[in-house]
């Protein structure tokens, strides 16, 4: 049995090992790297920008040349916080207004385990398994210029493609089925990198004071998703009483219509 890569402590006990990062990172973004220092947690004094953010596994190669960030994403799905942060990484570097030359390649590899719950810039609804976010320079003939290779790739196993590689496949079928099929998981054990972290997660290995840990994670996680539903709904409540519309009351909070009748009629018999 798997524990739940959606479980923070979990997700950090498999992905901080050496061996997984390494293998991971070459899977997904197809660099082979050997990796220095593993650190969690981390965050940059003084902070960087406006807001004091926090990196949930962040390793730099032996040679400095490049810095990978992996960020577990479960409730939060603003997509301009994590290019705010891919941005700051950069910025870091830069350490004062003399110099601005970067010199590490900035890599950030975001996990997604819920389904996508925002639109893109033409208000379709976004079902992707992999998405690479790149730094693009072109010529006016449209040809390509490599200047700047800082990337951003966000993984969601829910809205599967059969067209993504297998190596990357391996990876998503791991983190989805630790979380909706932990008994019997059906993975690739064949990839050296997942038989690692399977080994890792196993739910019979983990220490006491890492089941601890991890379970005390998880009721925190359901308490601070029940605080964030119920601050949707005031939301919701408040647009109500505005007599907004329910498609623009849908795409403010998520909330489904049928959410949205019941408030509606809470509402009503106030």
């Known amino acids: 049995m798997l524990g739940s890569l959606d479980n923070e402590v979990i997700f950090k006990k498999a992905f901080t090992d050496k061996i997984v990062f390494e293998h991971f990172v070459k899977d997904v973004l197809g660099l082979d790297i050997e990796i220095g220092k593993i650190e969690?947690?981390?965050k940059f004094s003084p902070p960087i920008g406006y807001v004091d953010f926090e990196i949930d596994?962040?390793?730099?190669?032996?040679?400095?040349?490049?810095?990978v960030e992996l960020q577990r994403a479960q409730y939060d799905y603003n997509f301009d916080r994590f290019m705010h942060y891919l941005h700051m990484l950069i910025a870091e570097q830069q350490k004062s207004a003399k110099k601005y030359k970067v010199t590490q390649t900035?890599?950030?590899?975001?996990?997604?385990?819920?389904?996508?719950?925002?639109?893109d810039l033409t208000g379709e609804a976004v079902q992707e398994e992999v998405i690479?976010?790149?730094?693009s320079s072109k010529n006016l003939q449209g040809k390509e210029i490599d200047i700047y290779a800082h990337q951003m790739t966000t993984l969601n196993p829910n809205h599967p493609h059969p067209d993504t590689p297998q190596r990357v496949r391996d990876w998503l079928d791991l983190i989805y089925q630790s979380i909706h099929s932990p008994e019997r998981p059906s993975?690739?054990?064949?990839?050296?990198?997942i038989k690692r972290a399977a080994d890792l997660i196993d739910y019979e290995k983990l220490t006491p004071?890492?089941?601890a840990d991890a379970k005390n994670k998880e009721q925190g996680e359901v308490v601070k998703s029940i605080y964030k539903l119920?601050?949707?709904?005031?939301?919701?409540?408040?647009?109500?009483?505005?007599a907004?519309?329910?498609?623009?009351?849908?795409?403010?909070?998520?909330?489904?219509?049928?959410?949205?009748?019941?408030?509606?009629?809470?509402y009503i018999s106030r």
Do not use: C, W
């Open 187 to 193: 993975i690739n054990l064949q990839n050296l990198g």
């Open 244 to 266: 907004v519309s329910m498609d623009i009351i849908i795409q403010s909070t998520g909330l489904t219509i049928d959410q949205i009748e019941k408030l509606k009629e809470e």
């Open 132 to 135: 690479i976010t790149k730094f």
């Open 230 to 242: 119920e601050a949707t709904r005031d939301v919701a409540r408040k647009l109500l009483d505005l």
């Open 106 to 119: 900035v890599y950030m590899i975001v996990v997604m385990t819920l389904p996508y719950k925002f639109n």
């Open 40 to 42: 969690t947690e981390k």
């Open 209 to 211: 004071k890492e089941l």
């Open 57 to 67: 596994v962040f390793a730099e190669t032996v040679d400095k040349r490049v810095a």
